[in-house]
C-alpha cells in the first residue's frame, strides 16, 4: 500500500512539475509565435526603416557620431540588372530555385561546427539576410536563428522571388551610412543604380561581406581578387522570373 501510495505521489509530482515547466514554456512559445512581423505588408509597402538602419544609428548616437543615413528607394527595373546578377553570384547562387536556405551551405556549415566547436558558421541566403536587415538584432544566438528561419519561410511563402530581390537590394548595407542600391551607386560611383557598370556592379557586390570596412572602396589584391571572381560567376546565374510565392 505505501509503494502504490509513493508511485501515485510520483505521478502527482511529475504532472505538476510539467504544468508548472511547461505551462510557462507554452505562453513564451505562444506569445513569441504571435510577435513574428506581418511579412506579408511587404508585397505591397515599402519598409520606412529597418532594424539594421536603426541599430546603426544607435551605435552612433552613442558613440557621439553624427547620424547619417544615406538611402533612396528604387524599383528592381531601376537597378541595373549587372547589379543583380553580381549581387547573386557573389551572395546566393541558387537564390532563384531555393526555398530560402541554402541546404548544402547549411550542411557545410554544420560539418565546420562539429570540426570546429563552433554554433553559429555558415552563409546566409538572400532572403535570409533580408530578415536579419528588416527585423532581427545583430546578437549571433540559437534564439535568433530560430526567429530568422520563421521570418525566412514566411518572405518565401508571401513574395516573389523578385520583390524579395528588390527588397534586398534596397535595404542592405553599401557603406557607412549608404543603404540600398541607389544611394550605393552615387556614393561609389557618382552615378546611378540604373547605370552601373558591370565592373563597378562586380565592386559592389565583393564589398558586401564587408561594407564598412571597404567604404570607400579600397581596391585591395584581396577585394580585387573577388571583385574578378564576381565577374566570372556572373555568367552562371540568372535574375528571377515571374513566380507565385511560395513555389
Known amino acids: 500500500m505505501l509503494m502504490s501510495i509513493n508511485r501515485r505521489t510520483i505521478v502527482r509530482m511529475i504532472i505538476w512539475a510539467a504544468l508548472i515547466v511547461g505551462l510557462p514554456a507554452g505562453l513564451l ?3 513569441w509565435l504571435v510577435t513574428l512581423p506581418d511579412v506579408a505588408v511587404l508585397a505591397k509597402s515599402n519598409p520606412t526603416s529597418t ?3 536603426e541599430s546603426r544609428q544607435a551605435e552612433a548616437r552613442e558613440d ?30 541558387a537564390f532563384v530555385s531555393h526555398d530560402g536556405f541554402d ?3 547549411i550542411k557545410d556549415a554544420a560539418w565546420h561546427n562539429l570540426g570546429t566547436g563552433s554554433t553559429l558558421h555558415g552563409g546566409s541566403t538572400i532572403t535570409q539576410q533580408l530578415a536579419k536587415n528588416l527585423y532581427l538584432s545583430p546578437e549571433r544566438s540559437w534564439f535568433r536563428k530560430a526567429r530568422e528561419a520563421l521570418i ?4 518565401e511563402r508571401h513574395l516573389t522571388k523578385e520583390r524579395i530581390l528588390e527588397l534586398y537590394l534596397n535595404v542592405v548595407e553599401w557603406g557607412n551610412g549608404v543603404y540600398g542600391a541607389e544611394a550605393a551607386a552615387q556614393h561609389h560611383f557618382g552615378t546611378s543604380a540604373a547605370e552601373l557598370t558591370l565592373d563597378e556592379a562586380a565592386w559592389l557586390a565583393a564589398i558586401l561581406p564587408a ?5 570607400p572602396i579600397k ?3 584581396a577585394l580585387t581578387r573577388k571583385q574578378q571572381h564576381v565577374l566570372r560567376w556572373i555568367h ?8 507565385t510565392p511560395g513555389h
Not at 66 to 81: G, H, K, M, Y
Not at 236 to 243: D, E, I, L
Open 211 to 215: 561594407p564598412l570596412r571597404h567604404d
Open 51 to 53: 532594424n539594421l538602419m
Open 219 to 221: 581596391k585591395t589584391a
Open 103 to 105: 541546404w548544402t551551405g
Open 236 to 243: 552562371k546565374v540568372s535574375t528571377p522570373t515571374a513566380r
Open 29 to 31: 512559445l505562444f506569445t
Open 64 to 93: 557621439g557620431r553624427p547620424v547619417a543615413r544615406q538611402w533612396t528607394w528604387v524599383p528592381l527595373s531601376r537597378i541595373s540588372p549587372h547589379l543583380q546578377r553580381a549581387v547573386i553570384a557573389a551572395e546566393d547562387a
Open 152 to 155: 525566412t519561410r514566411s518572405l
